[in-house]
């Protein structure tokens, strides 16, 4: 059962009611969540949060940005749209500089955690070498740069304001299909046109790019999409060009479910599926969902993707 508590600007908190409609995005490439929802009206001061729990467990945490009241001959209706917490690091500029050997942490507390995100990974690593905060920079921007270079991962805020800087990793396994979680309908994409087969590296002036990184199982099922890269202008080649290939990988394959019921809290879970015709699917994950509300009743569409899109 869904709840919703709203927070006014005097720090008040209000029980809302039951939404009338209402549609939650969550997407791994997307650094910010996103809600809209309309309710009945109720005289409030102006909203500032949002507060989406399900059976009592916090799923979306948002910071309201447009409040719009309405009113219609039929009734008085109240809409929302809010963004979780990674819209402050987004809407925040850095200040210009440059760093010497930043760590996690000094990454951390001067861009994420005045915002209140807190971290579930923090560690203490150190990217070796300068990082550069332009002008016009965003603190997610410093925040992505850093992952990036320290661990070629891409960060993840959560729906509920936790950052993970290695990206969502979760532990929890869900099963779709058979007696477990049941789904109305399935589809496969394999988008061999995303895949890569190998990157060619540049890696001294005088000569031309003669090394190749290659995807071998890209290439033993006869895709030839070949990408050029310049080491001498990056300062990671070898991962820049692992990166291309697993990109090129991830984004090659996908599985989507239309399933019963609010499933917002599960992205980042594994996930296995079981179907009669397409058979059985695993090392899979929930990389992104989108759940709707409305007087007919509530679904959410599931994206799974491989959780290890290997190489080489």
């Known amino acids: 059962m869904l709840k919703i508590i709203w927070t006014d600007i005097k720090g008040r908190e209000i029980v809302a009611p039951y939404p009338l ?10 650094p910010a969540d996103s809600l809209d929802a309309e309710f009945p009206y109720i005289d409030t001061d102006e909203l500032c949060e949002i507060m989406l ?16 009241k309405v009113v219609y001959q039929d009734g008085e209706y ?7 917490p990674a819209a402050l690091l987004l809407d925040n500029e850095a200040m210009p500089c440059v760093y010497d050997h930043p760590s996690a942490g000094f990454i951390f507390e001067r861009y994420v955690e005045p915002f ?17 905060v332009a002008k016009g920079s965003s603190c997610w921007s410093v925040l992505k740069n850093f992952c990036n270079a320290c661990y ?12 993970y800087m290695k990206g969502l990793q979760e532990k929890e396994q869900i099963c779709f299909g058979g007696d477990d979680m049941r789904y109305l309908r399935i589809s496969e994409l394999n988008k061999r046109s ?5 990157v060619r590296v540049k890696t001294a002036n005088p000569g031309g790019y003669t090394l190749c990184v ?15 890269l310049n080491a001498l202008l990056s300062e990671s080649p070898m991962r820049c060009a692992d990166m291309m290939l697993r990109n090129g990988a991830g984004k090659a394959y996908s599985l989507k479910l ?41 679904y959410t569409d599931v994206r799974l993707k491989r959780r290890n899109s290997s190489c080489g």
Not at 280 to 296: D, E, H, V
């Open 258 to 298: 239309r399933c019963l019921g609010c499933l917002l809290g599960t992205e980042g879970r594994n996930a296995s599926v079981s179907d009669t015709v397409l058979g059985q699917r695993s090392g899979l994950y929930i990389s992104s969902l989108y759940y709707r509300l409305t007087a007919n009743g509530e």
């Open 78 to 84: 109240l809409r929302l749209s809010a963004r979780s």
């Open 194 to 198: 995303a895949e890569l087969s190998a």
């Open 21 to 30: 409609s209402m549609s939650v995005s969550v997407d791994e490439g997307v």
């Open 116 to 132: 209140g995100i807190r971290c579930d990974d923090l560690d203490d690593a150190v990217y070796f070498g300068e990082q550069t």
């Open 152 to 163: 070629a991962s891409v960060p993840r805020v959560s729906s509920t304001g936790v950052l």
């Open 53 to 68: 729990y399900n059976d009592d467990q916090p799923v979306f945490r948002g910071i309201i940005d447009e409040e719009e």
């Open 214 to 228: 290659s995807n071998r199982d890209a290439q033993e099922r006869g895709i030839r999409r070949e990408r050029y």
